[in-house]
């Protein structure tokens, strides 16, 4: 099974490099939708598989970074715990998601929470998401990626976030998007 961290790393080689993570991309390119295609309902267009990946991963790293550890109580009353995190109204108004979004990005904290555990996402950041499959990955961020919309919504929301992800994350804007070029040469 391919991680989320394996897929978005194929998206970033090169068709002619023939590393393991050539399998990954096999598997991504048959699931790859084109820019111009759209949405029946709508007729606006679906957003790349590129643009959800790089959506996805950023939500990963501010739920990591800004949600986990930050959780204000755990209240058990028989078969019912409640946890309550007090930070996640301030990360979602800091972090610019969209009001139709908010409820999703609550759910999707929770599950990130509970599903991979808050001690290895303050200790491995968003990288503790991004090593789970692709499906598990996908199980818990798949009502943000509805609730963003369209391919619009996500790269307006990218692009106003990046600066605040050069400063607030660990990979900064960058992470997840293809190199700009890779150094080739020699150092003298």
């Known amino acids: 099974m391919v991680t989320f961290a394996e897929a978005l790393k194929s998206l970033n080689t ?18 790859m939708t084109s820019n111009s295609e759209s949405t029946e309902e709508t007729g606006t267009p679906k957003p790349a598989l590129e ?4 959506v996805q991963a950023r939500l990963a790293r501010i739920i990591a970074e800004e949600v986990a550890g930050y959780q204000t109580g755990v ?12 930070s996640l109204r301030d990360t979602s108004e800091k972090w610019k998601l969209p009001p139709q979004a908010w409820k999703a990005f609550r759910a999707v904290a929770f599950r990130s929470l509970l ?7 303050i200790a491995e950041g968003g990288d503790a998401l991004l090593h789970l499959n692709v499906v598990e990955f996908h ?29 607030e994350l ?16 020699t150092f003298t």
């Open 115 to 121: 599903f991979v555990g808050e001690r290895e996402l």
């Open 139 to 167: 199980n818990i961020f798949s009502p943000m990626l509805a609730a963003m919309g369209d391919r619009e919504s996500m790269e307006t929301w990218l692009a106003a976030t990046d600066i605040l992800a050069d400063v």
């Open 75 to 86: 209240v058990i009353k028989g078969s019912t715990v409640s946890l309550t995190v007090g």
């Open 14 to 31: 090169d068709a002619t490099d023939a590393t393991d993570s050539g399998i990954a991309r096999q598997r991504l390119n048959s699931d």
């Open 51 to 54: 643009l959800r990946l790089r």
């Open 170 to 185: 660990r990979g900064g804007s960058n992470y997840g998007k293809r190199p700009r070029r890779p150094f080739v040469g």
